[in-house]
């Protein structure tokens, strides 16, 4: 089977070593000396002032959210189009979600239909920078200001992307990136929140919610989670930190290629102008996208309906969608396959993709 994604990893005696030390520490969590090496690598590379990091993507986002300190029942306006953790997120956190539309050429958040649905309950937006394709920021950034609301990313998708000479990471009041095992850049599992602007006290709040609020060895000042990093995922993540920038030149080379073979009249959702690209996904636009679904799959081949259904759109979201409609969304969503698109995909590999959908579109 040729899925969507197959997971990079490092050179398995390279890791050995990398790891080999917690043998003799016996040092595998808690916030150690990986984990630490770790994260002062990440902030140098994202050459951003503070990053904490966490077990999850998702738990960083929670994190976040919890650390704002917003009122319960306070509204938070995202996208519709985006993985349900997001929208899982601000649910459990004791906030609603409210639905704005997105962008028809990248599957942004449509600027505009956020502005309409700010009201006096909003309290956050929160963009996703959807397959890495950077979003709007100088209209977001804009808005949260004369509105006074905070302006947190969803940047999972989007490590290693560029926007205008930084790193797409550092805009906003914050932004998380998740590491999972499906990511350009992984830790298997694990994610992080990365700060634009140093802020020592909220640094200190993420540490806090993800080690059980202990400060200290006798001291205990919120009623904080675990989502903590090991050390396991954070030597995985040094290892995959060296091989990041060959990494990203295979996946270049796979999208290009499909971009130059695929036939006329696929429309890839592509990075606006100027905006960097980290080659995460292929997302391609079909009139008859579940034929070529069905088709790829008896070729054996699993592409995935990235997003499909809209994250507004599963029973217990309903009530969230209120008088917002999205209909640019909805359009995406029906239409939207992901190819596959990893390091090590063969060009016949990628030959038999790209015949089985010129000859069922």
Same mark, same amino acid.
């Given at each position: 089977m040729i899925n969507v994604t197959r997971t990079y990893l490092p050179p398995f005696e390279e890791f050995c070593e990398e790891i080999r030390g917690l043998w003799e520490s016996r040092i595998v969590t808690n916030i150690g000396p990986r984990h630490e090496e770790f994260r002062e690598a990440l902030q140098a590379f994202l050459e951003a002032p503070q990053v904490s990091l966490f077990s999850s993507g998702h738990l960083a986002l929670e994190s976040i959210l919890r650390c704002m300190n917003f009122p319960a029942g306070g509204e938070v306006i995202t996208t519709p189009f985006t993985f349900v953790s997001t929208v899982n997120a601000v649910i459990r956190c004791g906030l609603e979600p409210v639905f704005a539309d997105v962008n028809p050429s @990248?599957?942004? +958040? @449509? #600027?505009e239909s956020v502005r309409a649905l700010i009201g006096p309950r909003t309290v956050a937006i +929160? #963009? !996703?920078h959807v397959y890495g394709n950077v979003c709007d920021a100088e209209s977001f950034a804009d808005m949260a200001a004369s509105h006074g609301l905070r302006l947190i990313y969803d940047a999972a998708?989007?490590? =290693? !992307?560029k926007y205008e000479g930084r790193s797409a990471l550092t805009l906003g009041d914050a932004s998380i990136v998740s590491f999972h095992a499906t990511k350009v850049f992984s830790t298997v599992e694990g994610g992080a929140v990365v700060l634009p602007r140093r802020d020592d006290a909220l640094f200190q709040l993420l540490d806090d919610e993800k080690n059980f609020g202990i400060r200290g060895y006798e001291s205990c000042v919120s009623a904080g989670g675990n989502a903590k990093m090991n050390e396991l995922q954070a030597a995985m993540g040094i290892c995959n930190l060296r091989h990041f920038d060959e990494v990203l030149a295979m996946r270049k080379a796979v999208y290009e290629r499909y971009m130059e073979l695929l036939p006329g009249g696929v429309r890839v959702l592509a #990075?606006?102008?100027?905006? =960097?690209?980290n080659y995460s996904y292929m997302p391609v636009l079909l009139d008859n996208r579940d034929r070529v679904y069905d088709k790829l799959l008896e070729e054996g081949v699993r592409a995935r309906k990235y997003f499909y259904p809209l994250a507004s759109e599963f029973d217990f979201c309903r009530k969230y969608n209120g008088t917002s409609s999205t209909p640019v969304a909805k359009d995406l969503s029906s239409h939207v396959l992901c190819l596959p698109l990893y390091p090590g995909l063969t060009e016949n590999e990628q030959d038999k993709i790209i015949f089985c959908i010129s000859e069922n579109i």
């Open positions: @990248d599957g942004t +958040l @449509d #600027p +929160l #963009p !996703v998708h989007a490590f =290693g !992307v #990075p606006m102008e100027g905006a =960097g690209c």
